[in-house]
């Protein structure tokens, strides 16, 4: 009787998911239609912005169909534990030369002083994800995203934000998001084998010595590069599978923050540890802090959701 | 009890269905009566709810009819969706039952 408005509604309802279109689309229609006005022309602004909503609700409901979701969970399981091993590995050497050469200047301590603090909290995330403690490691994890964040303040009130801080803040953030997203270490036990441990430790390692000595000048931006680098070969022994990809993919992080610094004009004038202020601009301070909220906003939707199924599944460890 | 408490929304489609089966529009038009017209439910936020309740298990698909080349699906309550309402119930009676005697108590001192 009124074909525009019901063409209207329909290609409203192109916003819900196929499955859902297919189960209820002519019953919405016949629903939305039943309550037009005579002579209705355009779909209402509340009846709109509610169909709006209900697609939003359906689509950010925990999915029991949907497949993709598990296979997320799995690869952040799998970073939870892969990627203290990483960044402890990569941060290891650089710590250690540091503490070697302290005589060569007091910037070097206070580097090696706060460099081995990161580490200590990396080196005690990884060992607690090994002994699968999901809970303490989830609040080490945040206590280091505090401090780091902490650290990071400095530099954005001087006006300078690095490439590490953003790259180790946004690696802490990550592991946050994996271990409450996640079912944890004990799932990524399942998944993982030695050959996984071996190369999470031995690649940025390798990488970190190398980066040490023949680039030293440019420390800052190797992290993002170590730890993507170590993002393919781990994602490869995963298994060239849709969970190696999505491992992969969440590895790949740091690398946002290579392109977002070579895109932005560079922060520092002089060497790695004399840090002059330059001017970060909001732009890139923007663009770095952007990728931490998403994470916590995934984090924290997953908090959400874990706290509302605790009741319901008992399942929580 | 475990459960969470339900939501407004889906305590009134509950309660719609517990008088019987009743097509989309019909829960609309109901939900609207029983709140007085408070609660106006539209088709976004309606569909979202049925679809989550037939997940759940709390209702189920009653019957489908053609009615003006439109198609009318009837939901019903299933025996765990009247079990979950009636829980709802008698928490709220619970609540409001002391809610009422401290007001009481209080009009009484007053």
Known sequence: ?317 | MSQRPLQEPTFLILTALAAGAQHGYGIMTDVTDISAGRVKLRAGTLYAALDRLADEGLIEVDREEIVDTRLRRYYRLTPPGAQRLAAEVERMRAHTTVAARRLGLLGGLA
């Not at chain 1, 010595?209 to 490869?236: E, K, R």
């Open chain 1, 1 to 317: 009787m009124n074909a525009t408005l019901e063409a209207r509604y329909r290609r409203l309802l192109v916003m819900y998911p196929a499955e859902h279109r297919r189960k209820h689309q002519d019953e919405m229609l016949g629903v939305l239609m039943t309550g037009a006005r005579a002579g209705q022309l355009r779909p209402g602004v509340r009846d709109t912005a509610n169909l709006i909503w209900g697609a939003l609700l359906i689509r950010l409901r925990p999915a029991r169909r949907d497949t993709a979701w598990p296979l997320w969970r799995d690869a952040l399981a799998v970073v939870s534990v892969l990627l203290p091993l990483i960044v402890a590995a990569y941060s290891a050497l650089p710590s250690l030369a540091a503490l070697a050469s302290h005589a060569e200047g007091t910037s070097l301590v206070v580097f090696a002083v706060v460099n081995a603090q990161t580490l200590g909290g990396w080196l005690i995330l990884a060992v607690l994800t090994l002994l699968r403690l999901r809970r303490t490691a989830m609040l080490t994890a945040a206590a280091l995203l505090i401090w780091l964040a902490y650290m990071a303040s400095f530099q954005i009130y001087w006006g300078y934000l690095g490439a590490t801080s953003m790259v180790t803040l946004a690696a802490a953030g990550l592991e946050l998001a994996a271990l409450v997203a996640s079912a944890g270490p004990a799932r990524a036990m399942q998944i993982l084998g030695w050959q996984h441990y071996a190369a999470a430790l031995a690649i940025p390692l390798g990488l970190a010595a190398a980066v040490h000595w023949l680039w030293p000048d440019h420390l800052a931006v190797s992290a993002a590069i170590v730890i993507t680098v170590c993002a393919m070969p781990l994602a490869g022994l995963t298994l060239a599978s849709p969970l190696g990809k999505r491992v992969a993919t969440l590895l790949a992080l740091p690398a946002y923050y290579l392109i977002v610094y070579i895109l932005t004009p560079p922060p520092m004038i002089g060497g790695p540890y004399v840090s002059t202020p330059g001017s970060a601009g909001p732009l890139r301070i923007t663009l770095s802090l952007l990728p931490l909220a998403v994470l916590l906003c995934v984090a924290f939707r997953a908090a959400l959701r874990a706290v509302r199924h605790i009741p319901a599944s008992g399942q929580q460890s």
